[in-house]
């Protein structure tokens, strides 16, 4: 059974999240399927844009409560165990992944589905899509990053009133409030992705890579830091292959054609 | 291929670990290359200052388990690896290391040795020996805490966990953290811009800093005192000064 369906083409790695019939929520094997799979996104380099949607009318709807791990009608489960084992994982291979990571929302994402989606590098949604930081009334704390992305997209005072209200909230007011980047009417999604994740496979792939981890660092580092980063990624990004091909084009007046070195 | 390549830039040399199958684990010959390599570099005065580094990846992961797992007690008695780190620690010009990747058990404990550890943002430090029944042998719970303090030297030394950059520079095991691609040539940077300075002068600080660690505070105020009367009477301390003066870069000789 693949919880997790993946299919590189044109540079382009999409990653249906498939379990339809439980809205794309996840058990450990689907936690397992999707590691495996990112294992193939950080060594191809080949794969240049990574887009993550989901199957059926559901983005993702966080942690399955039916699976075992977490069924608290036993005794206390250990919650700590999927974060600690699969949702961090996940999270830091995300944030380092030196290539763009596109999340098309295509409907609910709940629970650690929404957070996911906002560790995203860029976030598309559906007109009818929800993120629902259901957390909050279950007695949960938002994992999967949630408590770090959440008051850095939004303010503390959003921050505070999603997480601790775990109200819903619809892709046009997550737009508004700058939390993602886009919403499309619902049939134009799929293809506003595509053209997103396809412009992304043919840019500078190792430049855009030292864009997102100079911005995952500043949430760290002081100014002077962070010159000191810009200065270092600047050299590196110098002696690209695709600097001097951009550079040549422009000067050329021709289209560049980048390869991602 | 030599398992230890050597490269020299102006007065720097750079000795690079090279058995990357075994993840530049370091056997007795691998030491042994790197005790006769710095011996030579003590020899020839136009090397200021030495680099070891590895690859991206592994700067040295361990030693080599095959060649431990031989010895007994009789022979770990008489094993001459206590010898070649003697020798590797007896090199009294500027030492610096460069650490990209994993820096385990004799990794770590080679970058300890060293008098300077420049690490890239991927670095991992680590004594796992503990994790093989073993304990580390060649410094590792002696020169960790006191570059790092009680706290954090016993746990690594007792979990075998590694630590990663940023905490290895907040614990102030090493002196700087750069990109991993930008790491050896950083590190090379360091070492040309000591490497300028009067060799005899480094010499005798690089000494001095070493008494701090196995002598006791008087005794090493009085070392030090001692070592800089010693550059009293160099040449190139005169140049040093006057070229200061005269607004003018100075010119060693190493007199």
């Known amino acids: 059974m693949s919880f997790i369906v993946s299919d590189v083409q044109n540079g382009v790695m999409t990653l249906t999240l498939n379990r339809p019939e439980r809205l794309n929520s996840f058990n450990d094997e689907m936690h397992r399927q999707l590691a495996e799979v990112l294992t193939q996104a950080e060594r191809d380099e080949t794969i240049r844009c990574l887009l993550i949607t989901g199957e059926g009318r559901g983005f993702c ?201 | 291929m030599s398992e230890l390549l050597s490269q020299q830039n102006g007065r720097a040399l750079t000795l690079t670990l090279n058995r990357p199958q075994a993840r530049n684990a370091l056997n007795n010959a691998l030491l042994t290359l790197i005790a006769e390599a710095l011996e030579a570099a003590q020899q020839d005065a136009s090397i200021g200052a030495v680099v070891i580094t590895g690859n991206e990846r592994f700067f040295a992961a361990g030693a080599d388990l095959k060649e431990m797992a031989s010895r007994d007690m009789p022979a770990t008695l008489n094993d001459p690896r206590p010898q070649l780190w003697a020798r590797i620690e007896r090199f009294p010009k500027p030492l610096i290391t460069a650490v990209n990747g994993y820096a385990l ?83 090379q940077k360091l070492a040309v811009s000591i490497a300028r300075h009067a060799p005899l002068a480094l010499q005798a600080a690089k000494n001095a800093l070493q008494q701090a660690q196995n002598t006791g505070l008087s005794q090493g105020l009085l070392q030090e005192r001692q070592l800089f009367t010693l550059l009293a009477a160099t040449e190139d301390r005169q140049e040093g000064i006057a070229a200061f003066l005269e607004k003018r870069p100075a010119e060693f000789k190493g007199r």
């Open chain 1, 61 to 261: 709807a966080g942690q399955d409560l039916n699976d075992r791990n977490v069924d608290p009608s036993g005794d206390a489960p250990d919650l700590g165990y999927s974060v600690e084992t699969f949702y961090n994982p996940l999270l830091r291979r995300l944030a380092k992944l030196p290539k763009p990571v596109i999340a098309a929302v295509n409907g609910v994402a709940a629970g650690a589905g929404a957070t996911l989606a906002l560790g995203c590098d860029m976030v598309i949604a559906a007109r009818s899509a929800k993120f629902i930081m259901s957390f909050s009334k279950l007695g949960l704390v938002p994992d999967c990053g949630g408590t770090w992305f959440l008051p850095r997209l939004t303010g503390r005072a959003r921050a505070m009133g999603l997480a601790l209200l775990g109200d819903t909230l619809t892709a046009e007011q997550a737009h508004e409030w700058g939390m993602i980047w886009q919403v499309v009417d619902d049939e134009q999604l799929s293809d506003t992705a595509r053209q997103l994740a396809l412009h992304f496979a043919t840019q500078p792939t190792f430049g855009l890579g030292l864009i997102k981890q100079a911005l995952y660092a500043s949430e760290t580092n002081t100014l002077d830091a962070q010159l000191d980063l810009e200065r270092d990624y600047q050299r590196l990004a110098g002696r690209s292959e695709d600097y001097r091909e951009g550079v040549s084009a422009f000067l050329a007046k021709r289209p560049a054609t980048f390869k991602g070195k």
């Open chain 2, 105 to 187: 058990g004799a990794g770590c404990e080679l970058a300890l040795l060293s008098d300077i550890i420049v690490a890239g943002d991927n670095a991992r430090f680590g004594l796992p020996e503990i994790t093989l029944g073993i304990m580390p042998g060649a410094g590792g719970t002696q020169r960790l805490i006191r570059s790092v303090g009680k706290a954090l030297a016993y746990r690594m030394v007792l979990s075998g966990e590694a630590i990663d950059a940023d905490r290895a520079l907040r614990a102030g095991l090493v002196a700087e953290v750069h990109p991993a691609a930008l790491t050896l040539e950083y590190a």
